[in-house]
């Protein structure tokens, strides 16, 4: 019989929901998985939230405190789902409390934000696992040993494309996201730190880059309660939106290869476009997250007018044959976020780090946090190692 592992969610928003269903989820798709989650203690600052999540999920206790999460024996192990300006002072002192976190991206408002979280998940000797959860697509992963074994060719260049339309009505409340110091530097941390993950993951390290931004959508009205998600508000007080609704990026790998990697949170009529197109010396791969069981793959010898094969991902992909016997049974969003929490309870069960991680997260940051100084500075901006 598994043992359990007492696990507490900070911060119940759409995001915090999701991992709760995924910790549900882990026995269904996992059953060999050694430790088994318990839900012992849900926070959340919203009055009755916390409540309405312990009656609909089973968690044993709420709180309106994350301190007392911390505090708590029971718990081991940390969803940490709160907004971002949070995730630096809650993510240290969890893992100085010797929980093990699941943190989302971006980790903070800056590189020195995720860096004081990984510090201290490494002082403390705690699992840490980050919410890059396109990565765990299995097509992503195919991909990304079809490039390795070098059946593309040597990659020449990428295209990283993250465009969404959850920003773009005018009526969209100027939430924390829309916030400089609450939330950093906007559609860079929310959508480009997930593709400068993507393009690391596929390609390795970035050296270089160069990058611009633009707001679009310069003010929104203020909320007048409490908010989840992408919430409509209008009539309320004006105020400025600080932060960035736009990026385009120049990219230079250290393999040599070239790269452009362009987000936009208020793109009309897009929803939920992202995806990748790498192209080699002979051959190429595609991937539309909606499409997220597809890929598109071009390899032989023919250079030109050489054609592309659309690709079904089944049971040898990835985590796949935990979700479906067959390819071309769809997987979806939330089968991503499963596969997250079976990585970080395996961490926590093994003490060994499987997908992505703090480090991840910094080298993620750090692509951002450069987009930003690039911006300020008109040139390109290098990278360390």
Known sequence: MASTLGVAVVGFGWMGRVHTQAYARLPHHFPQLGLRPELVMVAEEVLGRAEEAAAQFGFASTTRDWRAVAADPRVRAVSITAPNFLHREIGVAMAEAG???????????????????????????????????YRNAPAVERAR???????????????????????????????????????????????????????RFLLGDIAALTADTAVFVPERSRPTGATAGHTRASGGEPGPVENEDYVSCLLRFASGARGVLEACRVSVGEQNNYGFEVHGTKGAVFWDFRRMNELGV?????????????????????????????????????????????????????????????????????????????????AWVTLGA
Not at 157 to 180: C, I, K, N, Q
Request: negative net charge; hydrophobic residues 40%; charged residues 20%.
């Open 298 to 378: 071009s390899t032989g010898t023919s250079y030109q007018d050489q054609p592309v094969s659309t690709v079904f991902v089944g049971p040898g992909d990835g985590e796949f044959g935990a979700f479906q016997p067959g390819a071309a049974n769809a997987m979806g969003y939330d089968d991503l976020k499963v596969i997250e929490a079976h990585r970080f309870v395996r961490s926590v069960a093994e003490g060994t780090p499987y997908g992505a991680t703090l480090t991840d997260a910094v080298r993620s940051a750090a692509t951002v946090d450069a987009m930003s100084r690039s911006v300020e500075s008109g």
């Open 99 to 133: 929980k093990h976190i699941w943190i989302e991206k971006p980790v903070g408002l800056t590189a020195a934000d995720a860096v004081a979280v990984a510090d201290a998940v490494a002082e403390a000797g705690v699992q840490g696992t980050v919410g890059f959860n």
């Open 145 to 199: 040993q079809l490039i390795a074994s070098g059946e593309i060719g040597t990659v020449t260049h990428v295209r990283v494309r993250l465009f969404s339309d959850y920003a773009a009505h005018p009526d969209g409340a100027l939430t924390w996201r829309y916030e400089r110091e609450r939330g950093g530097s906007g559609v860079l941390g929310d959508l480009a730190s997930h593709g400068a993950d993507l393009a």
